[in-house]
């Protein structure tokens, strides 16, 4: 969007600057900052470096960008995103392309699930947590689940067969997601699977079709110790979307 502009009646770039204005004003050691995915309503270069300063003017710390359905790769990659993944003391975030350019729903491709692996491998940290944009699982809305990753015991599969995680040296300690647009709390083979609320509008919980709610902006903040440990953060920013369902 341009700024100003309002999607469904929420300014996103002045809801993108409360929710980081407030984390930075908490006082929370922040190390780094993953952006799960719809980084932009508009996908165009100058949308990108826009969003890139912003949440640089905030916290200027490694950040991991990744694609969502709404974006597309190739003005990501020429607004000079960072995508690379971070390596932050004993953990390493990772991350598997789960977008395609002007499509809804998860895809996943061999050429993604090379590059998760290669990630593995190269990763310095023993723990790992793997960002997608899309989930691995139900949220119990059907207009949201029918885009989540299919065949998710075919990608543990394909982690599993990692050297590094078969003998034990790395782990996969956990997956965060967006596109959900609300807090998601769950798991999948006994690893946590946490959704990140977003930074504007949010969607209603367990409905059958397309539905807003008036929570307001947040983020997931993550706490990477002996364990995935997290807590969702609600900044102040009242919303009032225009559409509530349809």
Known sequence: MQKGQLLLEVDTQASLERVLCEVRQSKTKIDAVVATGDLAHSPKKDIYERFFE?????FDLPLLCIPGNHDVLSEMKRACLPMDPLNIDAWSIVWLDSHQDEST????SATDEAFLLESIESAKGSSLLIATHHPLLDVGSPWLDKHKIREVDRLF????????IQSGFKSVKGFIFGHAHQDVDSSVQGIPVLGCPSTCFQFRPYTSTFALNSETPGCRILRLGNKLESEVYRSNFAVQPMVKSL
């Open 54 to 58: 912003t949440v640089k003017s905030y």
């Open 105 to 108: 729903p998860a895809s996943v």
């Open 157 to 164: 599969e394909l982690v599993n067969k990692s050297p590094d």
